[in-house]
């Protein structure tokens, strides 16, 4: 049985996420307000919904990849998370990288939203880490060069 998404529509335009394929991992968000972005600045679009998610899931708010390449357009805090517990209206933070002002129409498709599942852990302090060959090495310890 597959789990749940259940979505409140709290503005009589808001438009019900839905996959467009059947393969998509993401379903599109849609804005219900018309707003400019302009260049270098961000805003957050109302997508008039709420959502109750199933247990041990978050929802990850992802960018559209037409409005990133055609636009410049992309979420700020891309992946946003939604917490399982978040019953608020469904809102994303939006930023326009491009060098022209942006408008937001109602109905436009601004973002996609994948569900995923969350593991919850048990949290224990220590002394010690267990040591890898990596260990440490992080930002830039494997190169930039091609491997010879």
């Known amino acids: 049985m597959k789990p749940t998404l259940k979505i409140k529509k709290i503005n009589e335009e808001a438009i019900i996420p839905r996959y467009a394929h059947p393969g998509d991992a993401g379903m599109d968000l849609h804005s219900v307000e018309l707003k400019t972005i302009n260049p270098g600045e961000t805003a957050l679009v109302k997508t008039g919904i709420q959502i109750e998610l199933p247990e041990n899931t978050e ?23 939604i917490d399982e517990g978040y019953k608020g209206e469904v809102g994303v933070i939006l ?8 408008i937001i129409e109602k109905g436009m ?21 267990t040591e890898t060959e990596r260990s440490e090495g992080g930002f830039g310890s494997t190169g930039t060069g091609k491997n010879v």
């Open 95 to 102: 930023i326009n990288h491009g060098n022209q002002p942006f």
């Open 59 to 81: 929802a990850q708010v992802r960018p559209r990849s037409g409005l990133a390449l055609k636009n410049s357009i992309t979420v700020l805090n891309s992946p946003g998370t």
């Open 109 to 129: 498709r601004i973002a996609q939203m994948v569900i995923k599942p969350v593991i919850k852990v048990d949290i224990k302090e220590v002394s010690m880490l």
